[in-house]
């Protein structure tokens, strides 16, 4: 997660598929392993910027922000700040969005970086967590959102881990029933210890025997790329391992997580096998820029194209 209001990488301004990693269409435009090159072309993926990212070229205003993406061929955006926004600005992006064929990715429902919440078998923090994907449902109504960010929060040091852990899937559990009749699903974010040390869902293992125990369409997992290359590699292998339980990505090269090709994940590869595993959600662009103004722009397009390019 990042800040969607800017290309930088600052993650705790706003941070408080059911069934697997197959939810939505392709995006429009580009054709199975095809060369999607073009200025306004369409991408093999569902790639999703976010509010910031190209206001160097489309200006500050929301809405002139999504039709330039629009014109450049994307087809998802992500926002994490939405719950921060008006009930009148959530319903007015999400009625843009629909006008330009643009699906909504995630809005950040919890994601509290320094206390213990889902660690916790407490009932104050039970009903606080409830109202929270309550709130989040209501959000999701006007923004025409499906999917919604949760991060764990913190472990503690004075409670065993095992029952830290019973005590994140019960809690998630009922979240998740909160969700259900609404065909929502919240996608657990596992972050990396060296940039924010101290939570307690930090891998894609650990990710996934927890949403396999709670047991429920509505609690899947979100694969921040940038996050797992830092913690533990093998980006492709756990993802197949962990595939049933994936209904979002997200990116950012390393080191300094801007776009693909500035460091040392090999994105083409990454891109190929998603497409080629069936993928057809959101791959959200959770990054910064490596360049400022409207090169930055360009080039950050420019990396997309690049690697979306696919070659059998």
């Not at 992006?93 to 509290?112: N, Q, S, T």
């Not at 060296?194 to 307690?200: E, P």
């Not at 921040?224 to 292998?237: A, C, V, W």
């Not at 460091?263 to 595993?277: A, K, M, S, T, W």
Request: hydrophobic share 35%.
């Amino acid at each position: 997660m990042s800040t969607n209001e800017g290309s930088g990488i600052e993650r705790r301004t706003f941070l408080t598929a059911a069934g697997g990693a197959t939810v939505a269409g392709l995006a429009s435009g580009a054709s199975a392993d095809g060369d999607a090159s073009e200025p306004g072309a369409g991408f093999n993926l569902k790639y999703a910027p976010h509010f910031g990212m190209f206001n160097a070229i489309s200006g500050d205003d929301l809405v002139d922000q999504l039709e330039y993406a629009r014109d450049q061929g994307f087809r998802a955006w992500e926002d994490n700040g939405m719950p921060g926004r008006s009930g009148a600005d959530q319903e007015r992006l999400g009625k843009a969005m629909r006008r330009l064929g643009i699906e909504m990715g995630v809005f950040v429902a919890e994601g509290d970086f320094g206390a213990e919440t889902f660690v916790k078998r407490d009932p104050a923090i039970r009903t606080r967590l409830e109202s929270k994907m309550t709130k989040a449902v209501e959000i999701a109504g006007r923004c025409g959102a499906r999917w919604m960010t949760v991060v764990p929060g913190r472990y503690g040091l004075s409670d065993s881990w095992d029952f830290q852990t019973a005590n994140v899937i019960e809690n998630l559990k009922r979240c998740a029933a909160i969700l259900e009749p609404h065909d929502l699903v919240m996608v657990l974010e596992p972050l990396n210890r060296r940039d924010h040390s101290g939570l307690f869902l930090t891998g894609i293992p650990q990710a996934f025997m927890i949403c396999e125990a709670v047991g429920s369409p509505s609690c899947k997992i979100l694969d921040d790329l940038y996050h797992q290359q830092i913690t533990e590699g093998n980006l492709i292998p756990y993802m197949d391992q962990a595939w049933s339980e994936i209904a979002y990505f997200q990116v950012g090269d390393n080191p300094g997580r801007r776009e693909p090709t500035t460091g040392e994940i090999d994105y083409r590869n990454v891109f190929r096998h998603i497409h080629r595993r069936g993928f057809e959600g959101i791959v959200g662009m959770e990054h910064g820029l490596s360049l400022g103004g409207k090169d930055g722009v360009n080039r950050l397009i420019e990396a997309y194209r690049e690697c979306d390019r696919f070659r059998p």
